[in-house]
């Protein structure tokens, strides 16, 4: 028997990969706007790393909290699908069963053979055919809370550390110019990974990340050279 080729999708990891490249994401352009707007209003060099340090773990820890809560809302209300879908299925089995033949005869199958598949389905795992079929709830996709908020927390305080490492061994009088250029280049690097790793133009999600990041940390540091020339 020759061997089963399963191939992998790019769904297959959607759930993980958003938590992480959020909190990357936001480990990077948070700490570095923070790091650029104390630097901007003129703060000294343990100033901008103890800013930065705080930024890192409040941060993670405020990643962490809300993706949990964000994705258990998600988990509890598919939950409360799939227990009222239980109820369903034990006080009516039969209009159930019409219910998926018809979805199934929408996505284009004749109607006897739809009725052949939703009974078959039906008889192997009922339950988790209208799961699937009626509800879009599948194992890929179902929310996993501690995962996602774990990835935040854990893919945060790695981002956080790369602009804080610059700010660490760059000499004051070039911190500015040095922790925004890699920044940046941190930024464009984590577009075009995750943009590949979804399955979608890397180029794209490159200049997009860096438009955006460019812009947050513009305008914090303008925000810190305002307040730090009014005081």
Known sequence: MPPRHRERHHTERVGWLRAAVLGA???ILSTS?????????????????????AGLVAGSMSMAAGEYVSVHS????????????????????GGEHKELAAIYVARGLEPALAKQVAKQLMAHDALGAHARDELGISETLSARPLQAALASAASFAVGAAMPLLVTVIAPESALIPLVSGT????????????????????????????????LAMGMTAGVGALFGTVA
Do not use: P, Y
Not at 33 to 53: D, E, K, N
Not at 75 to 89: F, G, Q, V
């Open 33 to 53: 706007s923070l790091v650029l707007g104390v630097a901007a209003a003129h703060g000294t060099h343990s100033s901008i790393l103890v800013a930065g340090v």
């Open 183 to 214: 920044s940046l280049v941190f930024l464009a690097l984590l577009g075009g990974l995750a943009a590949r790793a979804g399955g979608a133009g890397v180029t794209v999600g490159a200049i997009r990340v860096t438009f955006w990041g460019a």
């Open 74 to 93: 998600q988990a509890d209300t598919e939950h409360a699908e799939l227990e009222l879908e239980r109820k369903e299925l034990k006080r009516d089995r």
């Open 25 to 27: 994401n936001d480990g």
